[in-house]
């Protein structure tokens, strides 16, 4: 059996190197062990093969024999899946007992004697294999699967040597083939209906999208109703392809390029879950990504994106050589990585020189890893010698860094990912957690499944609130801009009703403070009944969703940019965390404050010290201790006052006084709001130093580009919504010659501030050094134990998997008075639309490296969803042109009628540029952390029949960009 250990190969690096285990599998055992692992408080004792073997009770004589080194043969049966039976393969026999049971769905017994391996077994096994193959393509040596097939190993193990039916009657050879996904094939001709495939679509991912069709011989595995792939419900997520054991379900990039000779093991780049892969090799060329089954995010389970969306990182569109040009009108010219740096901290410094120190900045990316991050903010802080740095969690989750901290104590999530299995309950408000968070959703859908009650806060109607395998108890369907009204309704019922956790308020938390609260939320203004008009939910809704939540047991919350990206961000942040400490649902499994984040490392850019009034771990720029330390180690003095935010750097270049500008890894004009002020903004400035992969559209605007690396070209670490650390390895070279961080580092060594780190584990001991949080943090330590959650030091010299335990990080937790108030964006005469925005499933933030693969078969532009009655009022069709205009500007996009959205409402993602969704995005923002209202904007929505303004001037914009890229000096013949 071709399995994963067989990956593994001698590395080119000693493994004495303990910043080099980038060519070798550190992913612990890759055994499988046929069903499920059991925990139990009693044990059984049996023989087996007259072994003596102890396990738990409740353990399949299956996986009893494997964990004693008996390896029984199996085909339908998996560790990832529970047992089904259907085989025959794995068959036993048992003293005393009749019969040949299963031995996968045969639990051990206290004092069982087992024999696997006897004359009689080997004779059935044989003739059952003999059946199997009867009707199987025998194409061995040039099938696709060829040394990674189960069955062709099973067929080995029982020894057959001899088919004696012939082919002449009935079969499947030749059975079409299903080619519609662009990522798998489906070969009907090679299905054993093993039924691994739909389990998988059922148990892991719960999409049910499979079935097996027809009954008896003529039973095969079926997307839907006997619909391709593409048509089905299928999401694409792997499972089943991973779950295969044969080449019915085949990548097509094995297909393609053959079997993988060695793995790396590594964490996806693309949302905040981090999920951890294997990514198979061949010499230095990706065949496909595996989710790794110890990846304690995502344990063996993936999406689309970081499943089969990793192309994007060999694409033609990247840009691997350094370019510079003097004005944003001259054509680019290709230059060495020394001309490069050298030419931006010439204009850099003679911008300092001339407009003073404050006059430039720089942007950390969450895109990045957390080394990388590091390093730009001290770039900023100890080369430019200002705290202008800030980073793309401005836009999506500031709100969060500070409604945490003020209550709870601390920036982030208290839980993780698996504590949902132990929820009774669970609300979640503003997150589509199957587009944002897929692989968090199938645990959240699989634990509604088993029983778990269901609250959703959100003004669509999202795949979590009603399908035909989840249903949300309460879907409280609330107007835009009203989630601080909806928590104080919520909040409102708990106190006034009784239903509050006194013991743990008066043991846990600041009783003056809950006081001020209580009194605050039981005014009748705070009713539900009071608040129903405001937020358009009924008020017997409200009152069911908050007795529920109070008294089903375990309640976590988990949340996301519909909560954070609005006026009053900050304020729900609060009032989410009021609630779960008024009900006690803090501190334990399953139950917690969740943010979920949007990008893979926006925790971590924040705990790098990104924002311009902190230093890593959270620490106040201000504050003159940790200053000093800082100070110590990088031997320069920083400056006391905080920098500037990015809102904050637009508005002071159109005022003329910032005219610099580095900004790695993000695309601040496709993704912040108000994309006209943006653009405006970067047309003021002087320099701007862009690091990417692509030329996006902040590249557009900028004078130097230092040619980015991809996740895959690139050693560090991410830190994902549950605080977890996790090793990102570099599996083949970077393209453009050196990694992001490379880049920061010759920038700041040409600016006149040395830094001479040789790996990105220097950085992170740098890190754990002046980081209290990281304190205990290494790489060794991150490659013994796979993965770490912070807080990770003396106290917790392995993580923190849960926050808040027996204290808060700030000792009482404080509750804080959320009033609400109604947003700017107000529906009038003129906008009486509310419009939202979102993500879909395929595609990832603003599309740059998703629109570069085949996911754009599922989303190839976006479209403004309205309801069927809005739609009717403006005489607009499905698919009609429609022109939206907010104050900020005009847009068009095509129409999508749809329930999905409540009349009144109107939503859109902004995944493609020339949708120009930014255009219209106001910047109205958060009170406390100027994070951009994204989701409310009011609008007027009617038909046209050409594009925008705006887009007719982007179009010619983006074309006299790309020709002055197509026409760079230097570049030879043009591409």
Partial sequence: MFQATELRRTPTAPLSDPFDPSRRDVGGDTTDYGTPKRTSPTTVTLEIDGRTVTVPAGTSLMRAAIEAGIHVPKLCATDSLEAFGSCRLCLVEIEGRRGFPASCTTPAEDGMKVRTQTPKLQALRRGVMELYISDHPL????????????????????????????????????????????????????????NRCVRACEEIQGTFALTIAGRGFASRVSPGQSEPFMGSECVSCGACVQACPTATLQEKTVIELGQPEHSVVTTCAYCGVGCSFRAEMKGTQVVRMVPDRHGKANEGHACIKGRFAWGYATHKDRVTKPMIREKITDPWREVSWEEAIGYAASRLRDIQARHGRDAIGGITSSRCT???????????????????????????????????????????????????????VIMVIGANPSAGHPVFASRLKRRVREGAKLIVVDPRQTDIVDTAHVRASYHLQLRPGTNVAIVDALAHVIVTEGLHKASFIEERCDIASFEAWREFVARPEN??????????????????????????????????????????????????????????????????????????????????????????????????????????????????????????????????????????????????????????????????????????????????????????????????????ISRVRRVMPPLAGYADWEGT???????????????????????????????????????????????????????????????????????????????????????????????????????????????????????????????????????????????????????????????????????????????????????????????????????????????????????????????????????
């Fill in 139 to 194: 194409d061995c040596l040039t099938c696709p699967a060829n040394g990674d097939c189960e069955l062709q190993d099973m067929a080995g193990v029982v020894g057959l040597r001899e088919v004696r039916y012939g082919t002449d009657g009935a079969n499947h050879l030749h059975d079409a083939k299903d080619e519609s996904n662009p990522y798998f094939t489906y070969d009907a001709s090679k299905c054993i209906v093993c």
């Fill in 370 to 424: 957390n080394e990388e991050a590091y390093l730009v903010q001290k770039l900023v802080r100890a080369a430019f010698g200002n705290n202008n740095v800030d980073t793309c969690a401005r836009v999506c989750h500031s709100p969060t860094g500070y409604g945490l901290k003020q209550t709870l104590g601390e920036s982030a999530g208290t839980q993780t990912f698996k504590s949902i299995e132990r929820s009774d």
């Fill in 527 to 724: 009713s539900p009944e009071a608040l129903e008009a405001t937020t358009g939910v009924a008020a017997d809704l409200v009152r069911g969703a908050a007795r529920l939540f109070a008294t089903a047991g375990n309640g976590a919350i988990y949340y996301g940019l519909g909560v954070t990206e609005h006026a009053q961000g900050s304020t729900t942040v609060m009032g989410i965390a009021n609630l779960a400490m008024a009900t006690g649902n803090v501190g334990r499994e399953g139950v917690g404050v969740n943010p979920l984040r949007g990008q893979n490392n926006v925790q971590g850019s924040c705990d790098m010290g990104s924002f311009p009034h902190e230093l890593p771990g959270y620490r106040h720029i201000s504050d003159a201790t940790t200053r000093s330390l800082f100070e110590s180690a990088w031997g320069v003095e920083l400056q006391p006052e905080p920098g500037l935010r990015i809102p904050n750097m637009f508005d002071a270049a159109l005022h003329g006084s910032f005219k610099g500008l580095y900004c790695q890894g993000e695309d601040i004009v496709q993704s912040d709001p108000n994309t006209q002020h943006v653009a405006s903004a970067l047309s003021a400035m002087e320099c701007i130093v862009v690091q990417d992969i692509f030329l996006n559209e902040t590249a557009k605007y900028a004078h130097v580009f230092l040619p980015g690396s991809s996740f895959l070209e690139k050693d560090g670490t991410f830190t994902n919504a549950e605080r977890r």
């Fill in 745 to 975: 580092q010759l920038l700041a060594n040409a600016l006149g501030y040395r830094m001479d780190y040789a790996h990105p584990g220097e950085i992170m001991a740098e890190i754990a050094r002046l980081t209290p949080s990281f304190h205990g943090v290494t790489y060794e330590k991150l490659d013994r134990l796979g993965s770490i959650q912070w807080p990770c030091n003396d106290e917790a010299p392995e993580g923190t998997p849960t926050m808040h335990v027996d204290h808060f990080v700030r000792g009482k937790g404080r509750f804080f008075i959320t009033k609400y108030v109604p947003s700017d964006e107000k529906v009038t005469r003129r906008y009486p639309l509310l419009l939202t925005t979102g993500r879909v499933l395929s595609q990832y933030n603003v599309g740059a490296q998703t629109r570069r693969t085949a996911n754009v078969a599922w989303h190839d532009e976006d479209r403004l969803e309205i309801h069927p009655h809005d739609a009717e009022e403006r005489g607009v069709r499905d698919g009609d042109w429609v022109g939206i205009e907010s104050r900020a500007g005009q847009t068009v996009l095509r129409a999508l009628v749809t329930d999905r959205v409540q009349p009144g409402v109107v939503y859109t993602t902004f995944h493609f540029p020339e949708s120009g969704a930014n255009v219209i995005t106001t910047d109205s923002s958060d009170w406390a952390t100027n994070c951009p209202e994204y989701k409310v904007t009011a609008v007027q929505v009617q038909p046209v029949t050409q594009p925008s303004e705006w887009q007719r001037s982007y179009e010619h914009f983006n074309r006299e960009q790309l020709d002055l890229y197509r026409e760079r000096v230097g570049a030879g013949a043009v591409s």
